[in-house]
DNA sequence: AGAGGTACCTGGCAGC
DNA sequence: TGCTGCCAGGTACCTC
């Protein structure tokens, strides 16, 4: 279940266990995810090594001296590291094995993850050179969302979530982001002052590194036993709390459908 | 070009 | 207990 705090934690707790590893094998037990996973990965990836993990938006790209292996979790994808013998459970797709009987294995009970071949320059492909700015890089500010929202008039939370304005903002933190900012999640674009765009932009970022900050927490288990990633708990303040009371005034927490979406909010602090 | 809806897939849960 | 329907954290792609 992943937004992008845990796709980076993920990426982080990855990073000592595979760059610089050299892929011994590679099994994909099922290749129907969201796209077909390339049947030639084997013969591609067989002896090279990985040079970095990199995220962009919510897609992890492994880079390798010729090219890139895409990952996307989905909506119910997991990454963890497992012995190569590990059991496999039903929903265990894909693996990347690596030496000392170590595999990267990916779960995903929905299939909506993907795993794809990107050849150079990655970032020249449809999938990642259409994406929005990056929430934790510099560009990501008040001015910068502004700008994007001229000509526009869509709710200010659809707005959020459209990965070609930014990436990586999904359903859970658009919600909390805007509670933190005080801004209704119906409000139009085209009505946010200069300064509320401000107090968004370091909302959203707020919000997303705390939750990373939390993930770090359990980054110690990811080669643990089981090799099992866990989910970590952010303290959402708005998220699933419907009728329940705001953390800040106390007024009944409302839930509502935004693009067949659930959005919640609290009627008295945002406006 | 922007806005809105649909599709992909499985699992968990509430309600009958 | 077992069925049905609804919901779930994503996002590409389609139409209007």
């Avoid at 990267?104 to 020249?124: S, Y």
């Avoid at 560009?139 to 070609?164: C, D």
């Avoid at 674009?189 to 909302?203: F, N, P, Q, T």
């Amino acid at each position: 279940m992943p937004e992008l705090p845990e796709v980076e934690t993920t990426r982080r707790g990855l990073l000592p266990h595979v760059v610089g590893h050299t892929v011994n094998d590679v099994v994909v037990r099922n290749p129907n995810l969201r796209w077909p996973v390339p049947g030639d990965l084997r013969r591609r990836l067989r002896g090279e090594k990985v040079l970095a993990v990199r995220r962009r938006g919510k897609y992890l790209l492994f880079d390798f001296p010729k090219g890139h292996l895409l990952v996307h979790l989905g909506m119910s994808g997991r990454l963890s590291l497992v012995r190569d013998d590990a059991p496999v459970e039903r929903h265990d797709h894909f693996d990347l094995q690596f030496g000392a009987h170590r595999a990267l294995r990916l779960t995903d009970p929905r299939r909506f993850g993907a795993v794809l071949w990107l050849p150079d320059p990655a970032e020249k492909h449809t999938l990642l050179s259409g994406l929005g700015v990056e929430p934790l890089e510099r560009g990501f500010t008040g001015l910068a969302l502004q700008e994007r929202a001229r000509g526009r008039s869509v709710a200010v939370k659809q707005f959020l979530m459209n990965g070609r304005i930014v990436t990586g903002v999904g359903n859970i933190y658009a919600n909390e982001a805007l509670f933190g900012a005080g801004i209704h999640p119906l409000r139009s674009v085209s009505r946010i002052s200069r300064g509320r765009w401000d107090r968004l932009a370091e909302s959203v970022r707020a919000t997303l590194n705390r939750a990373i900050d939390a993930g770090g927490t359990t980054l110690r288990d990811f080669a643990g036993a089981d090799g099992q990633l866990g989910h970590f708990q952010l303290q959402c303040a708005v998220y699933g709390r419907e009728g329940k009371p705001c953390p800040r005034c106390g007024a009944k927490i409302r839930a509502i459908r935004q693009g067949q979406r659930s959005t919640f909010f609290c009627p008295r602090c945002q406006k």
